[in-house]
């Protein structure tokens, strides 16, 4: 199974870095709607990241800012929902082991290093990662509030069984 393709990619070799590589990302309309369709936003006319990737200690540190406009929908009124970015970030990356086991150990409480694959960092798709961290994921419009509809009355199936009974003709019900 092979999964889709991001909504956003700028690939950065490893043997591009050198010393340190900065790029500015500045997504296309069509970029900022494939975007917004995965990231359910009513629409993303400003998204722009400012991405830098050093060489560390075991490997390399991707730190940058993105910032966006975007419309996300009220999770109450379903109205749209203006939501500005201003994000800052540091990731730490490895590279991967080719002689590693190949072993997919999930821990969510581990905030280690991402791995690089293949020689490539791709720089949109951790710009697109850091906007959705950024965003509301429960967004509620200002003075929204839920308002638990009446629950019908449930009734007992004995009482809808006794509206079927049939008079009883010696008098007793």
């Not at 993105?66 to 929902?81: D, F, I, S």
């Not at 500005?84 to 991967?96: H, N, T, W, Y």
């Not at 509301?136 to 009974?165: H, I, M, N, T, Y």
């Amino acid at each position: 199974m092979s999964l889709p393709p991001p909504p956003f990619s700028e690939p950065l070799r490893l043997n591009q870095i050198g010393a340190g590589a900065t790029r500015d990302l500045e997504p296309d309309e069509a970029a900022r709607a494939r975007i917004a369709r995965t990231l359910d936003l009513i629409e993303l006319p400003v998204f722009k990241a400012r991405l830098t990737v050093k060489p560390a200690d075991t490997g390399w540190t991707l730190s940058g800012q993105v910032t966006a406009h975007a419309v996300q929908r009220c999770g109450l009124t379903l109205e749209p929902l203006p939501a500005d970015i201003d994000e800052s970030f540091a990731i730490e990356l490895v590279e991967a082991d080719p002689r590693a086991p190949v072993e997919v150990d999930v821990d969510p409480e581990d905030d280690g290093p991402d791995v690089v694959e293949d020689g490539v960092i791709d720089l949109g798709v951790y710009a697109v990662e850091q906007l959705a961290l950024g965003l509301d994921p429960f967004p509620r419009k200002a003075g929204a509030v839920f308002e638990q509809p009446e629950e019908p009355a449930e009734e007992s199936p004995f009482a809808v069984l006794k509206q079927f009974k049939q008079p009883d003709s010696s008098g007793d019900t």
